[in-house]
């Protein structure tokens, strides 16, 4: 057998120790993950995560996942808190204690705190017998399906089964909190997540910026509010304020007669053109522009049949969206 063979061979055993441990997991599930969730939705504080080793990392990550998703959270390490930092626990929080086997023993300040403070404690480990396990007012069982590691030691499907369970509290109370993209928008205004978030109502040029123009304008005037606003377009406006067209470059270049100046707006315009709201995610906008056949590379955006802003594909681009 190859190397390559065996590297792979020892993937799949891997893979398949650790969804066995999440099957096992899922089968096991009961009335305590509704009740979890129910102290997690009301509390009137924060959740505080904590763990030790490899839990810690994880739980990390459950802390951060909880806060951006709506449900204030941080990390406390335990070896930290018997050192001062139990004075970040307040007795409008909760405690979410990881912890594999359930007898690490950094954890026990938190434990012997949140039982003298009236705090609630949400306990995460394979073994309700254990310290954490007996100290919880609710228990959250992780699999005792030993660890994908060939030597039975490291971390493996335990801190799988851990991460999961952490993802599935995370979804639950995004459900049933009803949050939003908005909502998760709010939280994450940077990087890619924050670009492919923002709305259409985030980017795109209003007031004096509108390139605009009336049904009975000449050529000639709607060419000079096309030239000065750059966006190369001009909307065509009723009496009524409502968009009943577009002229782009590429109309320009169809319609070009030696008496083009002293034509009307609605002569030249494209009826009916592609239009856009402003609630929409700028991610569909460009979408919407790509997917036209046209080379589209704005949109005017209506509320009311009404212009009250225009989109560059530029817009878009420039803070990330592709």
Do not use: W
Not at 207 to 225: H, R, T, V, W, Y
Not at 262 to 274: E, G, I, L, Y
Not at 279 to 307: H, R, W
């Amino acid at each position: 057998m190859t190397s390559e063979n065996k590297d792979i061979q020892s993937a799949k055993r891997t893979i398949d120790r650790e969804v066995e441990a999440l099957r096992t997991m899922e089968n096991e599930l009961d009335g305590s993950l509704s009740k979890a969730l129910d102290m997690m939705q009301n509390v009137k504080g924060r959740v505080i995560v904590t763990g030790m080793g490899k839990s810690g990392h994880v739980g990390r990550k459950i802390a951060a996942t909880l806060a951006s998703t709506g449900t204030p959270s941080f990390f406390v390490h335990p070896a930290e808190a018997s050192h001062g930092d139990l004075g970040m626990l307040t007795e409008n929080d909760i405690v979410l204690a990881i912890s594999n086997g359930g007898e690490s023993r950094e954890l026990s300040d938190i434990l012997v705190y949140c039982k003298r403070y009236g705090i609630p404690l949400i306990a995460m480990t394979k073994n309700p017998d254990s310290s954490l396990g007996k100290a919880g007012d609710i228990l959250l069982k992780l699999p005792d399906n030993g660890e994908a590691c060939p030597l039975g030691l490291a971390p493996t499907s335990s801190t799988t089964a851990t991460l999961v369970l952490g993802d599935v509290l995370a979804v639950g109370l995004i459900e049933r909190k009803g949050f939003t993209q908005t909502d998760y928008k709010r939280r994450h205004p940077g990087g890619k997540l924050g670009a492919i978030l923002r709305k259409v109502s985030d980017l795109m040029h209003t007031g004096d910026e509108i390139p605009l123009a009336d049904e009975n304008a000449s050529m000639q005037e709607a060419m000079l509010i096309m030239t000065s606003k750059m966006l190369g377009c001009v909307g065509i406006v009723n009496a009524a304020g409502e968009l009943t067209g577009i002229i782009t470059d590429g109309d320009l270049r169809r319609c070009m007669s030696p008496d083009i100046l002293t034509r009307k707006a609605s002569d030249v315009m494209t009826r009916n053109p592609k239009v856009i709201s402003p609630d929409v995610l700028a991610a569909e906008a460009l979408q919407t522009m790509n997917n036209t056949g046209k080379g589209i590379t704005q949109l005017f955006v209506l509320q009311d049949k009404k212009p009250i802003g225009i989109i560059h594909i530029h817009d878009c681009l420039r803070i990330g969206v592709a």
